[in-house]
Antibody, heavy 120, light 110 residues
Framework: QVHLVQSGAEVKKPGASVKVSCKAS????????IHWVRQAPGQGLEWMGI????????KYAQKFQGRVTMTRDTSTSTVYMDLSSLRSEDTGVYFC?????????????WGQGTLVTVSS | QSALTQPASVSGSPGQSITISCTGT?????????VSWYQQHPGKAPKLMIY???TRPSGVSNRFSGSKSGNTASLTISGLQAEDEADYYC??????????FGTGTKVTVL
């Protein structure tokens, strides 16, 4: 059974960075892309970017360019999302989700989500 | 990239059918058959319900169906049930080689 398990909730001060992990299991890690999606409190879903676990190539949404870094560790089947220069508007739940290799298409399954709170 | 436009809310009685629209442009919804739909219950992660406009993943009820006409995609839920009450989001591939979500629709079962 395919699972994506994310790291726990974080509380950060404005200006700090946060690193969220997403550990995959139940399939061959390098044969699917991983996406990151954000959901602010009471708001909709927002696509942040994608990483190809096979070669490590990434594509970020323009809104997050320069502040987000997505990396992977193939030895542990884990993907990481690092967001820097945090501000209060970055508060929300961050999801990782699996997508098909070679296409920006569907997301399935999703991780359980990681709540990041940015507050002074 | 602007979010795709969905109605804020749609409601129906048990057993009825409802349709949720998702309107974009020729650079996203209208240009590709990479439209998918997600169901999200409060406090939970989204769940894939439809992909590639009209394909249902294994395990998803056949009461859910998808279609597209021009720049607008639609999700229809037939035989509405209490457990269908949730938020629904569409998503589309874009010409900028990115993905964009819809604004989300709250479905209420009366």
């Amino acid at each position: 059974q395919v699972h994506l398990v994310q790291s726990g909730a974080e509380v950060k001060k404005p200006g700090a960075s946060v690193k969220v992990s997403c550990k995959a299991s139940g399939y061959t890690f390098t044969t699917y892309y991983i996406h990151w999606v954000r959901q602010a409190p009471g708001q909709g879903l927002e696509w942040m970017g994608i990483i190809n676990p096979s070669g490590g190539s990434v594509k970020y949404a323009q809104k997050f360019q320069g502040r987000v870094t997505m990396t992977r560790d193939t030895s542990t089947s884990t993907v990481y999302m690092d967001l820097s220069s945090l501000r209060s508007e970055d508060t929300g739940v961050y999801f990782c989700a699996r997508g098909p290799y070679g296409a920006y298409n569907w997301f399935d399954p999703w991780g359980q989500g990681t709540l990041v709170t940015v507050s002074s | 990239q602007s979010a795709l436009t969905q109605p804020a809310s749609v409601s129906g009685s048990p057993g009825q059918s409802i349709t949720i629209s998702c309107t974009g442009t020729s650079s996203d919804v209208g240009g590709y058959n990479y439209v998918s739909w997600y169901q999200q219950h409060p406090g939970k992660a989204p769940k894939l319900m439809i992909y590639e406009v009209s394909t249902r993943p294994s395990g998803v009820s056949n009461r859910f169906s998808g279609s597209k006409s021009g720049n607008t995609a639609s999700l229809t839920i037939s035989g509405l049930q209490a457990e269908d009450e949730a938020d629904y989001y569409c998503s589309s591939y874009t010409s900028s080689v990115t993905l964009v979500f819809g604004t989300g629709t709250k479905v209420t079962v009366l």
